[in-house]
């Protein structure tokens, strides 16, 4: 079974709006991994963030991560039509290494 | 270099027929997977290997086959298609199991 199950499935925002998408997840981890997959396209890594870290930066995208909780958020400030795609977070599976992915956060933004 | 290649993109199969999808390398990466990627269904893992001569099962396995000859080519083998296997396949590559995966394009199936 899935080990990270993000939320919401879909989100639908206005171009300059901030989105927000969450990951939650069962076992505990070392590492938590934000990937970004557009249309018919492969995925593409965003950002990792690891156990002993609680938050990330890159560009406009932003993550949290709160172990107490076992969860991470994924923030896009001043979305663009461009970041509409589907979002996808991975852990391990289980308290083994092998990362697993949710089913997805489907972003559309509106020009 | 050209990442992770992924051949054919598209394919129908008959069901019953085998066929091998294939899966490439050239970054040196230790760890290789294959997943399905359906509607609603997220992707999910179906064979992994952590270097050559490795392999070992994912979530969904039960069809599949794969080998590792060479740290370079992971190739995945449907034994005898079946409808429930059309699907979109990746294979990606990292380092090491815990490092950034970089995704192939993907191969479009559909099996009749």
């Known amino acids: 079974s899935q080990q990270g199950e993000e939320d919401p499935q879909a989100l639908s925002i206005q171009e300059g709006e901030n989105a927000t998408m969450n990951c939650s997840y069962k076992?505990?981890?070392?590492?938590l991994q934000w990937y970004r997959q557009n249309s018919g396209r492969g995925l593409v890594h965003l950002i990792l963030?690891?156990?002993?870290?609680r938050e990330k930066h890159s560009g406009r995208l932003r993550v949290t991560l709160d172990t107490s909780k076992k969860s991470s958020s994924l923030l896009i400030t001043a979305s663009r039509a461009a970041d509409t795609a589907s979002y996808f977070c991975?852990?391990?599976?289980?308290?083994?290494?092998?990362?697993?992915f949710g089913r997805g956060t489907s972003l559309i933004v509106h020009p | 270099n050209a990442g992770v290649t992924q051949t054919p993109k598209f394919q129908v199969l008959k069901t019953g027929q085998s066929m091998t999808l294939q899966c490439a390398q050239d970054?040196?990466?230790?760890?290789m997977s294959w997943y399905r990627q359906d509607p609603g269904m997220g992707l999910r893992l179906i064979h992994y290997?952590?270097?050559?001569?490795?392999?070992d099962q994912g979530e969904v396995p039960n069809g599949y086959n794969v080998s590792r000859s060479t740290t370079e080519d992971f190739p995945l083998r449907l034994l005898s298609a079946a409808p429930s296997q059309t699907s979109v396949y990746f294979c990606?590559?990292?380092?090491?199991?815990?490092?950034?995966?970089?995704f192939g394009p993907g191969t479009r199936l559909t099996v009749l």
């Open positions: 990606a590559s990292s380092p090491q199991v815990t490092d950034t995966q970089y």
């Open positions: 076992t505990s981890i070392n590492n």
């Open positions: 963030i690891r156990s002993n870290e």
């Open positions: 991975a852990t391990e599976a289980g308290g083994s290494y092998i990362p697993t």
């Open positions: 970054m040196n990466h230790e760890y």
């Open positions: 290997s952590v270097g050559a001569g490795i392999t």
